[in-house]
């Protein structure tokens, strides 16, 4: 599978607060924030630099700098959102699209409600955003919808991620790479990450 999980004694130590029942919305939609940082720095590791000038305060010199028109971020609503800041600290001048769903809680299948996405979207380089990969629907629905835009290359970022939800997009979409901060153990009999951190949404936004 094309997935990349971060290894690295900060991102456990956060996730060990996100994960905690006691923690508060302020801290987990801080804490969410700053992962998103973390994996957004990792999934660009490889991007091209463009060549460029710079005249420092002592000598001209020739550099490299990243061309930021050429990125976009699209969070799945709502949960993504919280990622959102996060990433775009990274590249303050990436576009923004955005794309809604929600789970059937009978089906357990995702539902579709809004898809909203730049201009020539198919030019640029999309970074999907969603702080859960369980089953996977809702990751494979909305890769589709960004490859019917003529989107060639996309990065999946999620925090936790299920083995189910790995699987099941790897194989719907092996050119997609997904950066998670923590695979765990399973999917419970409602389709929920286990261990997992609850509903990312309702912890997000202080909804439950």
Not at 30 to 42: G, N
Not at 119 to 144: C, H, Q, R, Y
Not at 186 to 196: D, F, Q, T, V
């Amino acid at each position: 599978m094309n997935v990349v999980e971060l290894d690295h004694p900060l991102i456990e130590h956060k996730l060990a607060i996100l994960r905690d029942e006691k923690t508060g919305t302020k801290e987990f939609r801080e804490l969410v924030s700053e992962i998103a940082m973390f994996l957004c720095y990792e999934a660009m590791k490889n991007v091209k630099l463009e060549k460029a000038d710079v005249k420092t305060p002592l000598e001209k010199i020739k550099t490299h700098k990243l061309n930021e028109d050429n990125y976009a971020f699209v969070p799945i609503l709502r949960a993504g959102m919280g990622m959102l800041d996060g990433v775009i600290t990274v590249v303050p001048n990436a576009k923004i699209g955005h794309i809604g769903m929600y789970r059937d809680e009978t089906t357990f299948e995702p539902v579709n409600y809004f898809f909203k996405v730049p201009k020539e979207i198919a030019k640029k380089e999309v970074f999907l955003l969603d702080p859960m990969l369980a089953t996977g629907g809702s990751a494979i629905d909305a890769i589709d919808l960004l490859k019917a835009k003529g989107v060639k290359k996309i990065n999946f970022l999620c925090i936790i991620s299920a083995p189910e939800g790995l699987k099941a997009v790897s194989e719907e979409h092996p050119d997609v790479t997904i950066y998670t901060a923590c695979i765990d153990k399973r999917l419970n009999k409602n389709k929920y990450i286990c261990p997992g951190l609850g509903d990312a949404g309702d912890r997000i936004y202080g909804t439950k």
